[in-house]
């Protein structure tokens, strides 16, 4: 329910994930929506993650927390998370424990019966039907408790991206995605499925926009991203997309923390948690 404030990829940004609540408020008086890709890449996936699962447990309405391609085991163990949790800990168990709970996580999330919110895109196997998605006892619903697949409709829907980031092309309909994964989709592609759907607009996350956001096919369809200043070395601009009660749109743009607010530990330190 509005009002909420949606947030894209924090990748471990930890202290970068302080500053979004800085610019956009705290818990519990704000609502937010994170869209995924909570781990990997940034030097503190693990206390991203915890923090806002612990927010998610405190706060259960107030907190929603969909999958991204990266709340994945074949993934972190490529990009960071997998090796970052061996290094504090010793062992793999937190690793598995967290990779556990990524298999329950939401898909997508619909705001006011309104606005599609999913970490990447849509996908033509799913016909232009939302109820593939937000229907968790249909016999067409994806079996989301599962690993990421390696295609289908729950694999696009981590994977997909509108035309017109990845690539300059004006893409009509469907088009196999550079990425290895998904697909790159076109203007109408969005119209054709909001207006099936009865939404006026999708929100999704998953690539870096340098101004923070993007929007797209008449503003059917935004990117927001909230890692600034990604992998620490892109000097990009972050954002989180405020929804009033009446579905007005605000984008907050913050930047970076500084150097002096973060914490840099020692080689050998092991946080606490799980301990």
Same mark, same amino acid.
Not at 49 to 52: D, G
Not at 172 to 175: D, I
């Given at each position: 329910d509005s009002p909420v404030t949606i947030c894209g990829d924090i990748h471990g940004q930890f202290y970068d994930l302080l500053e979004l609540f800085k610019n956009g408020g705290d818990i519990p008086g704000v609502c937010y929506l994170f869209l995924g890709d909570f781990v990997d890449r940034g030097f503190n996936s693990v206390e991203t @993650? %915890?923090?806002?699962l612990a927010y998610k447990v405190r706060y259960p309405d107030l907190v929603t927390l969909i999958r991204g391609n990266h709340e994945c085991r074949q993934i972190t163990q490529v990009? $960071? @998370?997998?090796?970052?949790? %061996?290094r504090k800990y010793g062992s793999l168990n937190v690793w598995r424990y967290c990779t556990d709970v990524f298999d329950y996580m939401s898909l997508a999330a619909i705001v006011d019966d309104s606005i599609f919110c999913v970490h990447c895109g849509l996908s033509p196997s799913i016909n232009d039907s939302i109820d593939e998605v937000t229907l968790l006892k249909s016999d067409r619903s994806i079996d989301r408790k599962q690993e990421i697949p390696h295609d289908g409709s729950m694999c696009d829907l981590m994977w997909s991206d509108p035309d017109g980031i990845v690539v300059l092309n004006d893409i #009509? $309909?469907?088009?196999l995605s550079p990425r290895g994964a998904g697909y790159l =989709? &076109? &203007?109408?592609?969005?119209?054709?499925f909001n207006h099936s759907n009865n939404i006026t607009e999708i929100v999704r996350a998953h690539q870096l926009i340098m101004e923070g956001y993007k929007e797209m096919f008449n503003k059917q369809l935004v990117t927001v991203w909230s890692a600034p200043n990604y992998c620490y070395r892109c000097n990009n601009t972050a954002s989180i997309l405020v929804l009033d009660e009446k579905l007005? #749109?605000? @984008?907050?743009? =913050?930047?970076a923390a500084t150097h002096e607010s973060r914490v840099i530990p020692a080689k050998k330190a092991i946080p606490e948690y799980f301990l």
């Open positions: @993650f %915890l923090l806002l990009y $960071g @998370f997998y090796d970052e949790c %061996l #009509q $309909g469907w088009v =989709f &076109g &203007g109408n592609v969005v119209d054709t007005n #749109q605000k @984008f907050i743009k =913050f930047e």
